[in-house]
């Protein structure tokens, strides 16, 4: 005997299938049972019936919900672009006239709050395989995404920089302000990229990055020995700035302050940097600062001694591995004078 179907495949389509569980044959029924049965039987048929008839609704439902969803995502598509269109004419329009209306001093001021704070912003390699000069930034105040890295969308990220929003002068002086107002921060081992920093406008509005940039900050991480190390090397980037006003900042990112080999390190750091600095100094750059991260601490008193000086009562000190403390008292016979080279920050 057949099984009963499914009620969502078919519904029961004999008597027999309504008699299996009693093994009983029509002719064994009474009339009452057999019309009972019957009834039975047709109830089931028309509960699968209805069933069959809700599952088409729910699927024609569905079906419609698509193409309601499809629709409706097309007509926020359609509204946004118009929003934009309206939004970047109106935003135009009010640069325009904030331009016309204030002077540099007070839209500077609304510049600084559009841009929030003056921050440092990292430059570092597109990729550790890329030796073509091309750069990343990561600007983590002007962007709500603290670890944003971009160069070619920059502009989408950073809708200021836009002309189509700001108008091309406001557009203009708001990068500047960025430029103006950023600590640059790069690596020493990155300062190849340099030169692409300065010569090209991140933000693609042809804008002087050099003429308007105004602090450097170079971080040295671990110095090794001067025989070892290619930071003499990599700091020669510096001596190619033309704008004498800016301020140069040399970093040691870190040192053990208590151990021996801490002051080897700075020792170390120090003497490796003695000829960059004092060319810069030469070439008139007088915005310099050597300093040390962790623990925070500014070297940059001990640069007023000659260079010869400075260079000799280094090597005396790292070549004896003396404490940190002694090392930032540097006793220079030749210059006949103390040179504190520890003063806190």
Known sequence: ??????????????????????????????????????????????????????????????????????????????????????????????????????????????????????????????????????????????????????????????????SSYMGKVVAREVVERWYGTRIITIRAKNLDLLPNLLEHDLFYNSIDPKDILHHIRVVVHNPAPASTTDLPGNLRCLESLENTSFKITLTLASYSAVSESGSAVLASFLLLICPTVYRLRDAGFSRIRVESCSPQKDFTPIFDASERALENGLKRFTGERLSVEELSSITLASEGSTVDGAEEV
């Open 1 to 162: 005997m057949d099984q009963p179907q499914d009620s969502e495949t078919g519904p029961p389509t004999t008597m027999h299938d309504e008699l299996e569980d009693d093994e009983l044959e029509p002719d064994e029924l009474e009339p009452d049972e057999l019309e009972q049965v019957r009834i039975k039987q047709q109830e089931k048929q028309a509960a699968w019936e209805k069933r069959r008839q809700i599952h088409q609704q729910i699927n024609k439902l569905l079906d419609e919900a698509e193409i309601a969803k499809a629709e409706i995502e097309a007509k926020e598509t359609e509204l946004n672009a118009e929003l934009d269109k309206v939004g970047r004419h109106r935003c135009r329009d009010l640069c325009a006239l904030l331009h016309a209306t204030l002077p540099r001093e007070l839209r500077d001021m609304i510049y600084d709050y559009l841009l929030h704070p003056a921050s440092e912003v990292s430059i570092k390699r597109r990729s550790y395989k890329d030796d073509s000069g091309e750069l990343q930034f990561r600007d983590d105040k002007s962007h709500p995404s603290r670890r944003l890295w971009k160069t070619r969308e920059v502009s989408a990220k950073y809708p200021w920089c836009r």
